[in-house]
């Protein structure tokens, strides 16, 4: 069976979960490629870039971060046949905006033999991983980070997506406003994600809107437990067994965003970091278990596969 893929390679999280499908997709003896053409057509794009291929059975997989869409986004999704949906969040907003076509909340499969458990590393490492983004609240974190420690108790690794050696020079000066002492910042695109997330104690998200999360739950494989809200994707696998969980309260978000999204106070989060620097240990079992039994891609391209034989019945 041969299944085309639908993506742009530019290295960012839509590529990765892309390769992931495919990868996984493989693993079931599905021969899945990247490509536009072929009897099934995963897209895996942004919403300005979707488009249905005609005589072909097209599914988008697809993730939003906030509580609204727009109408022309709402009628690309009604052209597809099927939509995969990366988390429950994500299959209720679609379903309140107007979204019609069938939709199966799919997950997104991760690799947990590369994502794997290692020692925990010496110290206390609090490890971000995102991109510097009004949606991601990097600067909460940081202001909750300088609140919180001080001394040398905690170490803050951010690694960062970030185009261009102006913009990144101006992230790292707001950086040393906020917290200047006890943070080291990547811009590394090559890094090895594994090892990276293996020399963290905690990974930490103050995100005010994920669709699913996908550091977070590559983190939680690797046995690093997740500070984060219970809201959005992470809803699906926050809880006091893989985790710090935030609490939250639903707000209107901010320009650009429209719709909803959760602000977290920056005394919850500095409440959080220093819960998981006393205890973090105690949950990176229950971190790496729940990623491996719920998102392992032995466990959701299965999934994939009865959805792709029924489209082709």
């Given at each position: 069976?041969?299944i085309?893929?639908?993506?742009d390679?530019?290295?960012?999280?839509?590529s990765?979960v892309?390769?992931?499908?495919?990868?996984?997709?493989?693993?079931?003896?599905?021969?899945?490629?990247?490509s536009?053409?072929?009897?099934?057509?995963?897209?895996?794009?942004?919403?300005?870039?979707?488009?249905?291929?005609?005589?072909?059975?097209?599914?988008?997989?697809?993730?939003?971060?906030?509580?609204?869409?727009n109408?022309e986004?709402?009628s690309?999704?009604?052209g597809?046949?099927?939509i995969?949906?990366?988390?429950?969040?994500?299959?209720?907003?679609?379903?309140s905006n107007?979204?019609?076509?069938?939709?199966?909340?799919?997950?997104?499969?991760?690799?947990?033999?590369?994502?794997?458990?290692?020692a925990?590393?010496?110290?206390?490492?609090?490890?971000?991983v995102?991109?510097?983004?009004?949606?991601k609240?990097?600067?909460?974190?940081?202001?909750?980070?300088?609140?919180?420690f001080s001394?040398?108790?905690?170490?803050?690794?951010?690694?960062?997506?970030?185009?261009?050696?102006?913009?990144?020079?101006?992230?790292?000066?707001?950086?040393?406003?906020?917290?200047p002492?006890?943070?080291v910042?990547s811009?590394?695109?090559a890094?090895?994600?594994?090892?990276?997330?293996?020399?963290?104690?905690?990974?930490?998200?103050?995100?005010?809107?994920?669709?699913?999360?996908?550091?977070?739950?590559?983190?939680?494989?690797?046995?690093?437990?997740?500070i984060?809200?219970?809201?959005?994707?992470?809803?699906?696998?926050m809880?006091?067994?893989t985790?710090?969980?935030?609490?939250?309260?639903?707000?209107?978000?901010?320009?650009?965003?429209v719709?909803?999204?959760?602000?977290?106070?920056?005394?919850?989060?500095?409440?959080?970091l220093?819960?998981?620097?006393?205890?973090?240990?105690?949950r990176?079992?229950?971190?790496?278990?729940?990623?491996?039994?719920?998102?392992?891609?032995?466990?959701?391209?299965?999934?994939?596969?009865?959805?792709?034989?029924?489209l082709?019945?």
């Open positions: 069976m041969d085309a893929v639908n993506f390679k530019t290295p960012n999280s839509y990765c892309a390769e992931n499908v495919i990868a996984a997709l493989k693993g079931q003896n599905i021969n899945a490629y990247r536009a053409v072929g009897k099934i057509v995963i897209h895996k794009m942004y919403p300005d870039l979707l488009k249905a291929v005609q005589g072909a059975k097209n599914v988008a997989m697809v993730s939003v971060e906030t509580t609204i869409l109408r986004h709402v690309r999704l009604n597809m046949d099927e995969w949906a990366e988390s429950v969040f994500v299959k209720n907003v679609l379903i107007g979204v019609t076509c069938p939709i199966v909340c799919t997950g997104v499969p991760i690799d947990c033999g590369r994502f794997a458990p290692a925990a590393p010496e110290g206390f490492v609090i490890g971000v995102s991109t510097w983004d009004v949606r609240n990097v600067q909460g974190l940081l202001s909750a980070f300088a609140g919180e001394g040398g108790e905690a170490t803050l690794f951010l690694q960062l997506d970030v185009n261009g050696s102006k913009a990144r020079n101006s992230v790292r000066e707001q950086i040393q406003k906020i917290a002492v006890g943070v910042c811009f590394d695109r890094v090895d994600m594994p090892a990276l997330y293996r020399g963290f104690s905690v990974l930490a998200s103050a995100s005010h809107a994920e669709g699913f999360g996908l550091a977070n739950v590559e983190a939680m494989a690797c046995g690093v437990p997740v984060s809200v219970p809201w959005g994707g992470p809803e699906d696998y809880n006091d067994s985790g710090f969980v935030l609490p939250y309260a639903v707000v209107s978000a901010d320009a650009p965003y719709g909803n999204w959760a602000s977290i106070a920056i005394p919850q989060i500095r409440k959080a220093r819960a998981a620097k006393e205890s973090f240990p105690e990176r079992r229950g971190a790496s278990a729940f990623a491996r039994e719920k998102y392992d891609y032995t466990v959701v391209a299965p999934i994939m596969v009865e959805r792709i034989r029924a082709l019945a």
